[in-house]
């Protein structure tokens, strides 16, 4: 349900490597089959080598050989409270894009419970490998 999957995304906020910032996200990626993969942010003092959540997530089921994805649920905030509802930034809608249709679920918890949002709400007019290699 989405309710356990906003759960899940906040067990994996625990998770985060975030010195820098102090800012942490999680995010609970669900499956075609019903697998959930957690992701946590990965801060780096380089900064551009820091990783997101959610890419996190689906980096870590494509690598088990998972492609249909149904949702996800991310959360985010200072000191590992959450402090808001956090949409994904623009690389991890376009990785969402890549493996995922326009009804692709995203839940962004906040402090109150989560707001639903589709992929094509978050990243409209967006584009596909697959649209451009015909």
């Avoid at 996190?56 to 808001?84: E, L, M, P, W």
């Avoid at 402090?111 to 007019?125: A, C, I, N, V, Y």
Wanted: hydrophobic share 35%; charged share 20%; glycine share 10%.
């Amino acid at each position: 349900t989405p309710e356990q999957l906003t759960q899940l995304a906040k067990e994996a906020m625990l998770h985060a490597y975030a010195p820098y910032s102090g800012f942490f996200v999680g995010a609970a990626l669900l499956c075609g089959d019903g697998t959930v993969y957690q992701g946590c942010n990965i801060e780096n003092a380089a900064y551009g080598p820091t990783n997101c959540a959610e890419r996190t997530a689906f980096f870590k089921a494509i690598y088990d050989g998972h492609r249909d994805f149904k949702a996800i649920a991310i959360c985010g905030g200072k000191g590992g409270n959450i402090t808001g509802a956090f949409p994904p930034c623009g690389v991890c809608r376009q990785v969402m894009r890549e493996f995922c249709d326009d009804d692709f679920l995203i839940y962004l918890v906040d402090e109150k419970g989560f707001e639903t949002r589709t992929l094509s709400q978050l990243l409209p007019d967006s584009f596909r490998a697959s649209t451009h290699m015909q």
